[in-house]
Protein backbone atom coordinates (compact mmCIF):
# COMPACT_ATOMS: atom_id res chain seq x y z
CA UNK A 1 0.00 0.00 0.00
CA UNK A 2 2.87 2.10 0.83
CA UNK A 3 4.25 1.67 -2.65
CA UNK A 4 1.12 2.42 -4.30
CA UNK A 5 0.90 5.97 -2.72
CA UNK A 6 4.83 7.05 -3.49
CA UNK A 7 3.95 6.09 -7.58
CA UNK A 8 0.65 8.17 -6.69
CA UNK A 9 2.38 11.05 -5.47
CA UNK A 10 5.17 10.88 -8.23
CA UNK A 11 2.57 10.61 -10.79
CA UNK A 12 0.56 13.74 -9.88
CA UNK A 13 3.77 15.69 -10.37
CA UNK A 14 4.51 13.95 -14.16
CA UNK A 15 1.11 15.24 -14.75
CA UNK A 16 1.95 18.69 -13.60
CA UNK A 17 5.60 17.90 -15.96
CA UNK A 18 3.27 17.32 -19.14
CA UNK A 19 1.27 20.84 -18.14
CA UNK A 20 4.22 22.49 -18.39
CA UNK A 21 5.60 20.93 -21.21
CA UNK A 22 2.39 21.41 -23.35
CA UNK A 23 2.16 25.29 -22.33
CA UNK A 24 6.04 25.43 -24.54
CA UNK A 25 4.89 23.10 -27.08
CA UNK A 26 1.57 25.89 -26.89
CA UNK A 27 3.85 28.98 -27.04
CA UNK A 28 6.14 28.07 -30.45
CA UNK A 29 4.89 27.42 -34.32
CA UNK A 30 3.27 23.79 -34.43
CA UNK A 31 5.29 21.67 -36.70
CA UNK A 32 4.53 20.95 -39.87
CA UNK A 33 4.72 17.36 -41.74
CA UNK A 34 7.39 16.46 -43.56
CA UNK A 35 7.49 14.47 -46.38
CA UNK A 36 10.64 13.23 -48.40
CA UNK A 37 9.26 11.88 -51.00
CA UNK A 38 11.15 8.62 -50.64
CA UNK A 39 10.67 6.60 -46.96
CA UNK A 40 10.31 9.55 -44.59
CA UNK A 41 7.31 10.99 -43.29
CA UNK A 42 6.90 13.04 -40.14
CA UNK A 43 6.37 15.80 -38.10
CA UNK A 44 9.03 18.55 -37.73
CA UNK A 45 9.48 22.38 -36.77
CA UNK A 46 10.41 25.11 -39.05
CA UNK A 47 13.02 27.09 -38.01
CA UNK A 48 13.87 25.52 -34.54
CA UNK A 49 15.74 27.47 -31.66
CA UNK A 50 16.84 27.07 -28.77
CA UNK A 51 13.64 26.48 -26.96
CA UNK A 52 12.78 23.82 -29.16
CA UNK A 53 15.57 22.22 -28.44
CA UNK A 54 15.10 22.28 -24.72
CA UNK A 55 11.34 21.57 -25.14
CA UNK A 56 11.79 18.23 -27.24
CA UNK A 57 14.37 17.15 -24.33
CA UNK A 58 11.85 17.39 -21.92
CA UNK A 59 9.68 15.87 -23.88
CA UNK A 60 12.18 12.85 -23.66
CA UNK A 61 12.23 13.11 -20.19
CA UNK A 62 8.72 13.83 -18.68
CA UNK A 63 7.74 10.92 -21.26
CA UNK A 64 10.11 8.48 -20.05
CA UNK A 65 9.46 9.16 -16.30
CA UNK A 66 6.17 8.16 -16.73
CA UNK A 67 7.30 5.11 -18.41
CA UNK A 68 9.35 4.39 -15.79
CA UNK A 69 6.78 4.41 -12.92
CA UNK A 70 4.71 1.60 -15.07
CA UNK A 71 8.10 -0.17 -14.58
CA UNK A 72 8.09 0.20 -11.06
CA UNK A 73 4.67 -1.13 -10.50
CA UNK A 74 5.54 -4.37 -12.09
CA UNK A 75 9.10 -4.60 -10.08
CA UNK A 76 11.50 -4.16 -13.23
CA UNK A 77 14.01 -2.27 -11.33
CA UNK A 78 16.65 -2.22 -14.26
CA UNK A 79 14.40 -1.39 -16.72
CA UNK A 80 13.65 1.72 -14.55
CA UNK A 81 17.13 2.19 -14.16
CA UNK A 82 17.73 2.37 -18.20
CA UNK A 83 14.87 5.05 -18.74
CA UNK A 84 16.50 7.02 -15.63
CA UNK A 85 19.83 7.23 -18.09
CA UNK A 86 18.01 8.38 -20.35
CA UNK A 87 16.19 11.39 -18.08
CA UNK A 88 19.69 12.27 -17.02
CA UNK A 89 21.23 12.61 -20.43
CA UNK A 90 17.97 14.41 -21.69
CA UNK A 91 17.67 16.64 -19.01
CA UNK A 92 21.46 17.37 -18.41
CA UNK A 93 21.85 18.47 -22.44
CA UNK A 94 18.58 21.05 -21.27
CA UNK A 95 20.82 22.23 -18.74
CA UNK A 96 23.79 22.63 -21.31
CA UNK A 97 22.06 24.82 -23.33
CA UNK A 98 20.25 26.85 -20.74
CA UNK A 99 24.33 27.03 -19.36
CA UNK A 100 24.69 29.03 -22.95
CA UNK A 101 21.71 31.28 -23.17
CA UNK A 102 21.95 35.01 -22.89
CA UNK A 103 18.72 36.92 -23.40
CA UNK A 104 17.65 35.68 -27.13
CA UNK A 105 21.65 34.70 -27.87
CA UNK A 106 23.03 31.57 -27.50
CA UNK A 107 27.06 31.35 -27.10
CA UNK A 108 28.64 29.47 -30.27
CA UNK A 109 29.26 26.38 -28.55
CA UNK A 110 25.49 25.62 -27.40
CA UNK A 111 24.52 26.96 -30.89
CA UNK A 112 26.40 24.57 -32.81
CA UNK A 113 25.05 21.71 -30.15
CA UNK A 114 20.74 22.74 -31.28
CA UNK A 115 22.16 23.03 -34.94
CA UNK A 116 23.77 19.84 -35.14
CA UNK A 117 20.17 18.23 -33.64
CA UNK A 118 18.22 19.94 -35.67
CA UNK A 119 20.05 19.08 -39.04
CA UNK A 120 19.36 15.32 -37.89
CA UNK A 121 16.05 15.34 -39.67
CA UNK A 122 15.95 12.71 -42.39
CA UNK A 123 15.49 9.42 -42.15
CA UNK A 124 15.58 7.61 -45.51
CA UNK A 125 18.35 5.57 -45.34
CA UNK A 126 21.67 4.64 -43.26
CA UNK A 127 23.42 7.52 -44.91
CA UNK A 128 20.91 9.79 -43.37
CA UNK A 129 21.88 9.24 -39.77
CA UNK A 130 24.07 12.04 -37.90
CA UNK A 131 26.47 11.27 -35.05
CA UNK A 132 25.83 13.37 -31.61
CA UNK A 133 27.22 16.87 -32.36
CA UNK A 134 28.37 16.61 -28.68
CA UNK A 135 30.12 14.10 -25.83
CA UNK A 136 28.31 13.81 -22.54
CA UNK A 137 31.62 14.26 -21.41
CA UNK A 138 31.60 18.18 -22.61
CA UNK A 139 27.99 18.52 -21.24
CA UNK A 140 29.13 17.80 -17.79
CA UNK A 141 32.18 19.87 -17.48
CA UNK A 142 30.30 23.26 -19.39
CA UNK A 143 27.60 22.81 -16.39
CA UNK A 144 30.31 22.31 -14.16
CA UNK A 145 31.84 25.41 -15.36
CA UNK A 146 28.69 27.21 -15.57
CA UNK A 147 27.47 26.61 -11.88
CA UNK A 148 30.95 27.64 -10.51
CA UNK A 149 30.41 31.19 -12.55
CA UNK A 150 27.08 31.62 -11.32
CA UNK A 151 27.88 30.74 -7.65
CA UNK A 152 25.94 27.92 -6.77
CA UNK A 153 27.00 26.27 -3.93
CA UNK A 154 26.27 22.71 -2.20
CA UNK A 155 24.62 24.62 0.69
CA UNK A 156 24.10 21.76 2.92
CA UNK A 157 27.98 20.51 2.20
CA UNK A 158 26.41 16.44 0.96
CA UNK A 159 29.32 16.45 -1.63
CA UNK A 160 31.93 18.63 -0.31
CA UNK A 161 35.04 18.35 -2.51
CA UNK A 162 33.44 16.37 -5.00
CA UNK A 163 33.68 18.71 -8.20
CA UNK A 164 29.92 18.86 -10.33
CA UNK A 165 31.55 17.09 -13.58
CA UNK A 166 32.70 13.63 -11.58
CA UNK A 167 29.54 13.96 -9.40
CA UNK A 168 27.51 14.03 -12.96
CA UNK A 169 29.73 11.93 -14.66
CA UNK A 170 29.52 9.39 -11.79
CA UNK A 171 25.40 9.37 -12.08
CA UNK A 172 25.73 9.16 -15.67
CA UNK A 173 28.14 5.97 -15.92
CA UNK A 174 26.37 4.36 -12.90
CA UNK A 175 22.78 4.04 -15.15
CA UNK A 176 24.89 3.59 -18.09
CA UNK A 177 25.91 0.32 -16.95
CA UNK A 178 22.00 -0.87 -17.35
CA UNK A 179 21.83 0.31 -20.64
CA UNK A 180 25.25 -1.83 -21.90
CA UNK A 181 23.95 -4.68 -19.41
CA UNK A 182 27.40 -4.64 -17.21
CA UNK A 183 28.22 -8.02 -15.29
CA UNK A 184 26.97 -7.14 -12.24
CA UNK A 185 24.35 -5.23 -12.69
CA UNK A 186 22.75 -8.12 -14.46
CA UNK A 187 23.65 -10.23 -12.21
CA UNK A 188 21.61 -8.30 -9.90
CA UNK A 189 18.38 -9.96 -11.18
CA UNK A 190 19.62 -13.47 -10.00
CA UNK A 191 18.50 -14.56 -6.69
CA UNK A 192 15.10 -16.12 -5.08
CA UNK A 193 14.40 -19.44 -3.59
CA UNK A 194 14.59 -20.84 -5.70
CA UNK A 195 17.67 -19.49 -7.33
CA UNK A 196 16.85 -17.93 -11.11
CA UNK A 197 17.11 -15.12 -13.18
CA UNK A 198 14.24 -12.24 -12.34
CA UNK A 199 13.09 -11.85 -15.87
CA UNK A 200 9.32 -11.02 -15.18
CA UNK A 201 10.34 -8.17 -12.76
CA UNK A 202 11.28 -8.31 -9.02
CA UNK A 203 7.86 -7.25 -7.26
CA UNK A 204 7.77 -7.82 -3.38
CA UNK A 205 11.72 -7.57 -3.38
CA UNK A 206 14.08 -4.87 -1.68
CA UNK A 207 14.41 -3.71 -5.45
CA UNK A 208 10.90 -1.73 -4.93
CA UNK A 209 12.41 0.43 -2.42
CA UNK A 210 15.18 0.93 -4.40
CA UNK A 211 13.03 1.75 -8.06
CA UNK A 212 10.91 4.21 -5.46
CA UNK A 213 13.90 5.92 -4.29
CA UNK A 214 15.40 6.75 -7.43
CA UNK A 215 11.87 7.73 -9.23
CA UNK A 216 11.61 10.28 -6.41
CA UNK A 217 14.98 11.58 -6.62
CA UNK A 218 14.63 12.19 -10.22
CA UNK A 219 11.35 13.34 -10.26
CA UNK A 220 12.59 16.13 -8.21
CA UNK A 221 15.21 16.60 -10.77
CA UNK A 222 12.91 16.96 -13.47
CA UNK A 223 10.54 19.51 -11.79
CA UNK A 224 13.53 21.61 -11.15
CA UNK A 225 15.02 21.45 -14.70
CA UNK A 226 11.35 22.34 -15.71
CA UNK A 227 11.31 25.28 -13.44
CA UNK A 228 14.56 26.61 -14.68
CA UNK A 229 12.98 26.13 -18.21
CA UNK A 230 10.13 28.16 -17.17
CA UNK A 231 12.62 31.39 -15.62
CA UNK A 232 15.05 30.91 -18.79
CA UNK A 233 12.82 31.64 -21.54
CA UNK A 234 10.42 33.91 -19.49
CA UNK A 235 7.77 31.71 -19.64
CA UNK A 236 6.39 32.49 -16.08
CA UNK A 237 3.09 34.52 -16.90
CA UNK A 238 2.43 32.07 -19.08
CA UNK A 239 2.03 28.92 -16.43
CA UNK A 240 0.54 30.96 -14.08
CA UNK A 241 -2.42 30.62 -16.36
CA UNK A 242 -2.86 27.03 -15.25
CA UNK A 243 -4.20 26.79 -12.29
CA UNK A 244 -2.91 22.89 -11.34
CA UNK A 245 0.75 24.85 -12.11
CA UNK A 246 0.90 27.81 -9.43
CA UNK A 247 1.16 25.91 -6.64
CA UNK A 248 3.80 23.50 -7.97
CA UNK A 249 5.75 26.79 -9.50
CA UNK A 250 5.26 28.79 -6.10
CA UNK A 251 7.66 26.17 -4.85
CA UNK A 252 10.45 26.33 -7.48
CA UNK A 253 10.28 29.97 -8.05
CA UNK A 254 13.51 30.25 -5.96
CA UNK A 255 15.45 28.24 -8.19
CA UNK A 256 18.66 29.70 -10.02
CA UNK A 257 18.07 31.51 -12.98
Known amino acids: MRMKIRLAAIRSHTKQFVMVVDVFASSVTPPIMYDSDVQHRG ?9 HFCMIKAVRAVSSL ?18 IRTIVEATSQIEFVMAG ?7 ERQQKVVDGFFADFRRNNSDDFKGATIRQQDVHKEISRFLEDTGVTDDEGRFSGVSTNNLMSNVYRNFSNYIHARYPEVMDIYGGDPLHFHMDGMSGTP ?7 ILECFTDSVGIILALMIQRFDMVDAMK ?13 NIRA
Request: charged share 35%; hydrophobic share 40%.
Open 66 to 83: NAAVVLAEKGFNQEVCIL
Open 207 to 213: KDKESLA
Open 241 to 253: KIPELEGWFDEKK
Open 101 to 107: LNGDTLA
Open 43 to 51: FRYMKPTAK
